[in-house]
T-cell receptor, first 115, second 114 residues
Framework: AQSVTQLDSQVPVFEEAPVELRCNYS??????LFWYVQYPNQGLQLLLK??????LVKGINGFEAEFNKSQTSFHLRKPSVHISDTAEYFC?????????????FGKGTLLTVNP | DTEVTQTPKHLVMGMTNKKSLKCEQH?????MYWYKQKAKKPPELMFV???????INESVPSRFSPECPNSSLLNLHLHALQPEDSALYLC?????????????FGPGTRLTVL
């Protein structure tokens, strides 16, 4: 079975500072990794995903993530955050095999950007 | 257009009521999903429909009954719910439900069971 662990439940940062949200995955087979963002009282929006190929993935709103197979990590980064980036961020894994339709989400990281 | 719509936005119901949640997409997607999200928790998968057939039921209690009348529409029928069923119910769709497919989420229906 696949799983993801988001190491920080909350990350407070100041506006224009860089941020890294950490995600580690566990899987014995090929994995497909996603980062979603959820703004208050809204649904989830895809930021980026890794399927194969280049390990550096660029997404929307200036976010990027790096797939690291040896460290089983898929950390999300942004060089300079804005107040509007305040939201809940979910890392998710979709694995091949018996549960190939399923997205398994991490517990989420609440990013709070302060002025 | 990458929009998934859900109605109603809010729903309050008693434990003896019957109600339905509706989800619609016009992206030509053939896989549709229901998730349940409790406050400050990640979404949990409930059901997956693929090509209008139920392909995954995550051991959801029978008081939740999904229906997929056509490829654009997904319903969730609710009956005899419990207060602990209060949550945000999210619908999503993806192109075919295959590996790596992006799931597009609707804004959700916030359900309160009294």
């Amino acid at each position: 079975a696949q799983s993801v662990t988001q190491l920080d439940s909350q990350v407070p940062v100041f506006e224009e500072a860089p941020v890294e949200l950490r995600c580690n995955y566990s899987s014995s087979v090929s994995v497909y990794l996603f980062w979603y963002v959820q703004y208050p009282n809204q649904g989830l929006q895809l930021l980026l995903k890794y399927l194969s190929g280049s390990t550096l993935v660029k997404g929307i709103n200036g976010f990027e993530a790096e797939f690291n197979k040896s460290q089983t990590s898929f950390h999300l980064r942004k060089p300079s955050v804005h107040i509007s980036d305040t939201a809940e961020y979910f890392c998710a894994v979709m694995g091949s095999g018996g549960s190939n339709y399923k997205l398994t989400f991490g517990k989420g990281t609440l990013l709070t950007v302060n002025p | 257009d990458t929009e998934v719509t859900q109605t109603p936005k809010h729903l309050v119901m008693g434990m003896t009521n019957k109600k339905s949640l509706k989800c619609e997409q016009h992206m030509g997607h053939r896989a549709m999903y229901w998730y349940k999200q409790k406050a400050k928790k990640p979404p949990e998968l409930m059901f997956v429909y693929s090509y209008e057939k139920l392909s995954i039921n995550e051991s959801v209690p029978s008081r939740f009954s999904p229906e997929c009348p056509n490829s654009s529409l997904l319903n969730l029928h609710l009956h005899a719910l419990q207060p602990e069923d209060s949550a945000l119910y999210l619908c999503a769709s993806s192109q075919s439900g295959g590996l790596g497919d992006t799931q597009y989420f609707g804004p959700g229906t916030r359900l309160t069971v009294l």
